[in-house]
């Protein structure tokens, strides 16, 4: 419990706290506000409702890349902040490795959920006052959209104990941008080199990498580049995210 108070202060008093979660959410509002005027068009072209639907469904999701990176660059701050000022010292002499280990994850996981919170009620408030009243009822009830929000979640979540990882490990804020950055982006570029070579088993291997799985747990990505369902796909995220959990326990150590 102390660590957890311990690192809620040091939140508090980070200045990049009170400007870099509010672009989080204003990330998400702004891109899905885009994806749910294309469905209004959609709308007034006539549409089909399964096509207005798609687009609604697609909104909570639509900004994820940027405020997911936002997230992961949090979550690299909060972590290198001590070990690259040996403010991790102090805590290792008296708290236990696990503790603030813990209370950092912890923390950095309740700040993404409740950011992504935020985010998820202003693109329903955008959409309450977008969408014509039939539209918006349709899209309430809509599996898709619900899916969109699970996949929403469990990518923010992965992008913080990835952004955590790199942070423990690297112990500095620029190389574990390096790593976060790399995981995330080249695992798509690669995977369109393997299907331009006509390796597409192969491709389909680099679907179950994080950012594979990002794309189909919040149904961003065509059919054709994914073969994994969007509830399998958030679970796969959870896993990662345990996996990086478990890595970071290899930087908790003293600053030198």
Known sequence: MNAFRSELIKLRAHRITWWLLPLVVAAMVSVAVLALLASLDAMNRGASRAEQLELVAVAPASGTLVSGL???VFAIIMVTSDTSTGVINLSLQVLLRRAVLLAKLSVGAMVTLAVSVAGLVGIALAAVIIL???????????RSVW????GVLTTHVTWMSLGAMSGWLFRRSAPALGLLLGV??????IAAGLRGMDLVQVARAVEFLPPGLMQSATVTAADALTTVSPIPASMGLLAWSALFVAASWRGVRPAR
């Open 132 to 142: 014509p009243h039939d539209l918006l009822i349709d899209a309430m009830t809509s």
């Open 184 to 189: 995330m982006l080249a695992p798509p570029a």
């Open 70 to 72: 936002l997230i992961g």
């Open 147 to 150: 899916v969109n929000v699970v």
